[in-house]
């Protein structure tokens, strides 16, 4: 049974070959996109048992990207291939300063989800749980499947780790703000990004982040190239600068990021650490336009 379990929807992911603009570029390329997902390959590439809990529709894309995690070391054993609904798209539309996304996945089977899917799971070794805003703004009965999940790990001391990750596309600020905020208090461990605290809760200060989260989580507040900061309880706050990198694209990089952290958090490195690890991996994450790129 994995250590870490990552729950989350993944999609097919289509991008220009070349950096072009979606309405010029001739040829695309299908890679796997989702956050979760994404921080599983992560963590499977640095040698820890990784799962990812999701849903599929039983179509060749589903097929294609079930393989695609699989084959870099993700256990997928709880994924449930769903007849009723499709697999996820979406369409990046690439810039080294911001990436458009256009979702293809209203109704998808991993909207779908609830809190059945927890149903037989083995949480025997499991040491961290990682989910995001994302499964809160699929659906109700996904915010069904993040309430049991909480509750499952809860009762077996297992830490929930929670990346903010509000997706203006699925919802907007102001109806994410209060579920997303309410998730993060419930959390052991939140990401989140400045300028999405100051988008959704109205302050990019990382102290008045952790006020507002008011519980002793361990907070990371991630400001892009600047760098990250750490603020745990009873510990002074940690900083630790990003890499100086060219940006190809940033999409993926908070999911690189969130897995470098969480990997160190398991091997019981200390705050400094944890974050550059987190950056040492965005750094990779951001100098292309995948999401996951594998190690060469
Ligand atoms: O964090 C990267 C994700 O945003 C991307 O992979 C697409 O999962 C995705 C989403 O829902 O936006």
Not at 30 to 54: D, P
Request: glycine fraction near 10%; aromatic fraction near 6%; include cysteine.
């Amino acid at each position: 049974s994995p250590e870490v379990l990552c729950v989350g929807e993944s999609m097919i992911l289509v991008t220009p070959v070349e950096p072009a603009p979606l309405e010029l570029a001739e040829q695309f390329a299908l890679h796997v996109g989702g956050a979760e997902s994404t921080v599983a390959l992560y963590l499977a590439e640095r040698g820890h048992r990784a799962a990812w809990l999701s849903q599929v529709g039983d179509d060749p894309l589903g097929r294609r990207m079930l393989a695609a995690v699989a084959r870099h070391g993700v256990d997928t054993s709880a994924v449930r291939v769903r007849a009723d609904a499709p697999t996820g798209v979406y369409f990046k539309d690439p810039g080294p300063q911001s990436t458009q996304v256009h979702y293809y996945r209203a109704g998808s089977a991993a909207s779908r989800m609830s809190a059945d899917n927890l149903d037989g799971l083995d949480w025997s070794a499991t040491r961290i749980v990682h989910v995001s805003g994302i499964t809160a703004g699929l659906s109700a009965s996904c915010r069904g499947l993040l309430d049991a999940i909480y509750a499952a790990a809860g009762e077996r001391g297992v830490p929930v780790s929670f990346d903010v990750n509000h997706r203006p596309g699925l919802w907007s600020a102001a109806e994410a703000a209060p579920v997303l905020l309410e998730l993060a208090r419930r959390a052991d461990v939140v990401f989140v990004g400045r300028d999405e605290a100051e988008r959704l809760w109205g302050t990019a200060d990382a102290a008045a982040v952790a006020t507002l989260l008011d519980a002793p989580v361990r907070l990371v507040v991630k400001d892009g190239a600047v760098g990250a900061t750490e603020i745990a309880a009873g510990a002074e706050p940690v900083f630790v600068p990003a890499h100086a990198v060219e940006v190809v694209e940033v999409v993926g990089a908070g999911d690189a990021f969130a897995a470098g952290y969480l990997s160190e958090l398991l091997r019981g490195s200390d705050a400094a650490g944890r974050l550059r690890a987190g950056h040492d991996l965005a750094a990779r994450a951001l100098s292309s336009t995948h999401d996951y790129l594998p190690e060469t």
